[in-house]
C-alpha cells in the first residue's frame, strides 16, 4: 500500500506559482514506479498534468510544458510540482497519483484557483 497526501494548493492570481507537495508513506519512491499528478476540472475529464519515474525521466501535459516542474526529493519521500505562470484555466482539483507494481494510488487531492 501506499498512502499519498497533498498539501499547497490555494488561491493564486494569473501569473502567479504555487509549489505542491505529495509526501508518500507506506513506500519509498524509490521503489515506485511513477510518481505524478492530475487535475480535474469542473465538468471536465481528469488530465495529465505531469509525471515522473524513479530514475527521475519526466513528462508533462502540453497546456503546462515550459511553466510547470516536476521533481523529486527522495530522502523526504515527496514529490512536488512548481508551477509557475498560471492561469485562470488552470483551476481545478489537482491530485497525486503512484503507480506501483500493477497498482495505482491516489491521494486525496487539493484545490487550486486560478483568480483575481
Known amino acids: 500500500q501506499v498512502q499519498l497526501v497533498e498539501s499547497g494548493g490555494g488561491l493564486v492570481q494569473p501569473g502567479g506559482s504555487l509549489r505542491l507537495s505529495c509526501a508518500a508513506s507506506?513506500?519509498?519512491?524509490?521503489?515506485?514506479?511513477?510518481m505524478g499528478w492530475y487535475r480535474q476540472a469542473p465538468g471536465k475529464q481528469r488530465e495529465l498534468v505531469a509525471r515522473?519515474?524513479?530514475?527521475?525521466?519526466?513528462r508533462y501535459g502540453d497546456s503546462v510544458k515550459g511553466r510547470f516542474t516536476i521533481s523529486r526529493d527522495n530522502a523526504k519521500n515527496t514529490v512536488f510540482l512548481q508551477m509557475n505562470s498560471l492561469k485562470p484555466e488552470g483551476t481545478a482539483v489537482y491530485y497525486c497519483?503512484?503507480?506501483?507494481?500493477?497498482?495505482?494510488?491516489w491521494g486525496q487531492g487539493t484545490q487550486v484557483t486560478v483568480s483575481s
Open positions: 497519483y503512484a503507480e506501483f507494481l500493477d497498482l495505482v494510488f
Open positions: 515522473i519515474s524513479n530514475i527521475g525521466r519526466t
Open positions: 507506506g513506500r519509498s519512491i524509490f521503489s515506485i514506479n511513477v
